[in-house]
């Protein structure tokens, strides 16, 4: 091969490798520093000084500020128990132990971390307004249309995301893979 | 010109095999130079996504003022937990250090630092707080070897953090438990809150 097309190869197989390969890994938010517990993704250091270079340009890409570790600890679902991506026309069920700490919320973001519905409806549900079952735990009804009980919407769209954020909690420094964190199951899809 | 005899074939394939073992090493090199513009790309993200939180937050608030974003807060910062009332403060500390005041709110509060780049550098919430408000004062490396007390700082009940970059920002969060009492934890906010650089005359009070 001659030197001018194999550079021009070399050159174009380059660009689009790499800049494939960022896309892919800040866009999808999965960096050396995250990890996945079921359905929850964490990057415990996203918020702190020593943050990965994935952590910092998914942040500068969403132009957001990630919570510093010692306020709290951010845990994104993007799928459910069974590995199938979340859907918001579909109804899920978030149910079980949630780390201790002094508060947390749980809220619905579409895939671009836009709030799903208009101002005036509930984004989130807080560790103090919602209704706890017999067993103390908090059973929360993600779906579209309204439920009875702890019921979350979420708006219809079809990238959906959960947001479980644990404020001042020790869970922030030692999260594992063997943290016991929430279920989040299908019910019922349309 | 059909002569398709077998070692007329083998002629063929191996020309193939020639020209394919001589594109080769042109993909490896394009493969390794991938590698090096994903991890440079990477790398040059944050100095140059166009829409990060130092340009979403210079929009909305003025340097070394403190600004709240009541309600605003989850459509300026992406991801803002929409529980919470915010109040954002750019800071500049080349005039003197900066000093931080939250009031204690009836729930929950907390100032985080970051870096111009949105690198979290500390954070504080009320539970380290010995008052109705929350103090902090943040300086540079310089600055913080000209704060000489004289008395035990500890008994100062001061906490000072050194900032890595002379700009950055602050956030004061407090969390409002449920929507009803979202006015008040924004009024406390917005009447308690302080974000102010100090004068050499003003330095961090030692009592």
Known sequence: MRALPGLLL??????ATG??????????SMGVGTFRIGPWLVTPKAGTAEADPYARAVAARLGTLPLALADGLALVADQDEAGAALDGRCTYRFH???PPARYWTLTAAGGDFQPVVREGFRQGFTSYEVVRGTDGAAEILVAPQARAGNWLPSGGADELRLVLRLYDTAVATTISAGTPLPSLSKVSCP | MTDLSPRRLAGIGRERFARVLGILPWVLAGLLLGVAVHIVSVFALPRLAPDDARARLSEVATVNRLTTLSGRASVVLPLADPAFETAV???DLTSGPLHVRAPVTPHYTAIALYTSTGLAFGAINDRAATRRV???FVVTQAQRREITTDEDETAADNLILVSPTTEGFVLIRALAVQPSVAPLVRDQLASQALCEILTPEMAPPTE
């Open chain 1, 10 to 15: 070399t050159l174009a197989i380059g660009a």
């Open chain 1, 19 to 28: 800049l494939g390969l960022t896309a892919l890994s800040v866009g999808r």
């Open chain 1, 96 to 98: 079980g132990p949630v």
């Open chain 2, 89 to 91: 403060c750019r800071f």
């Open chain 2, 134 to 136: 929350l103090d902090l």
